[in-house]
């Protein structure tokens, strides 16, 4: 768990080093962002309805996506990177958020290149992942900025996140007391998606969290419970946000607990070989 004050900007710090379980995954859309500093050969990522990959030496860094992150991986990969809430990348960007919406960029985009150069040095001189950690905990704390609006699309996520999308985003913005013009401009600005868009995709990734890939799934009851209109809307939604319909989801989440029970990237990545 981060530090303060980065621990109301991030959900943790990672280490990664090895063979990933498949050269390709697809990552589904979450509510949260990535910041990968790589330390490896580079990898490639295909994002939204892009046909090419775009390969990253250095790193990236990638906000609340809206549709699923094809991630091609070399034989061995190394980094360490920050799983971001979603209005956390807002205080060390250069750019608005939306900006990079399904696009992400690369760590010199955002830091400089010297800058980012030096960083890795320092990171792959470090000894051992919790200095390389602590390294990056410390870079980031550094480069915290004072962000406007800020509070106010924590303060709306933060309910959104509580009731897992389930609310009335007209009510968040009396809340608030802002219109919903200005709601919509700042969470664009700091997360890159609107509080609508952010709320699809809370209940669409608490809904699919609550899969049990092990057993049967009544797929109509799932979809009543998370209160979609019908089954259909559901499917199409799923599809929207994965490119997989619900069954095909299910027979590809059974695949990697089958092929790699117990692996640490267990719970949302699915292979895309």
């Known amino acids: 768990m981060p530090r303060p004050p980065l621990d109301g900007l991030i959900d943790d710090l990672y280490y990664l080093d090895g063979a990933p379980p498949y050269a390709r995954l697809t990552l589904p859309p979450m509510p949260g962002a990535l910041l990968i ?3 490896g050969a580079p990898f490639r990522i295909r994002s939204g309805a892009d046909i090419e990959t775009v390969e990253y030496a250095d790193g990236c860094v990638v906000t609340t996506p809206t549709r699923a992150l094809e991630f091609g991986y070399p034989p061995r990969t190394r980094s360490v990177g920050v799983h971001f ?10 750019m608005p958020a939306a900006e990079l919406r399904d ?12 800058a980012t150069a030096e960083l890795r040095e320092r990171l792959a001189e470090a000894d051992g992942p919790h200095e390389m950690l602590t390294l990056l905990e410390d870079e980031l704390t550094r480069r915290l900025s004072e962000t406007a609006g800020l509070a106010l ?30 709601l919509a401009q700042r ?9 609508k868009r952010l709320a699809r995709t809370y209940r669409f990734a608490s809904t699919v969290f609550s ?7 009544d797929w109509g009851e799932l979809a009543g419970g998370a209160g979609y209109f019908d089954q ?10 994965t490119g997989f319909t619900p069954t ?10 089958r092929e790699h029970p117990g692996h640490v990237l267990d719970s949302w990545p699915l292979p895309a070989d």
Do not use: M
């Not at 809430?85 to 250069?94: D, R």
């Open 248 to 257: 095909r989801y299910v027979e590809v989440r059974r695949r990697f607990l």
């Open 103 to 114: 696009r992400p960029v690369t760590i010199e985009q955002v830091w400089g290149r010297s």
């Open 187 to 195: 969470f664009k600005e700091l997360v890159g998606v609107t509080p």
């Open 37 to 39: 500093v790589n330390l």
């Open 211 to 217: 899969i049990d890939v092990a057993g049967p799934v």
């Open 232 to 241: 259909a809307h559901f499917g199409h939604e799923f599809r929207a946000f």
């Open 153 to 182: 699309v924590r303060h709306t996520s933060s309910v959104i996140a509580a009731r897992g999308g389930a609310v009335a985003i007209g009510d968040l913005s009396v809340a608030a007391g802002v219109s919903s013009t200005h």
């Open 85 to 94: 809430k979603p209005w956390g990348p807002a205080s060390f960007l250069p």
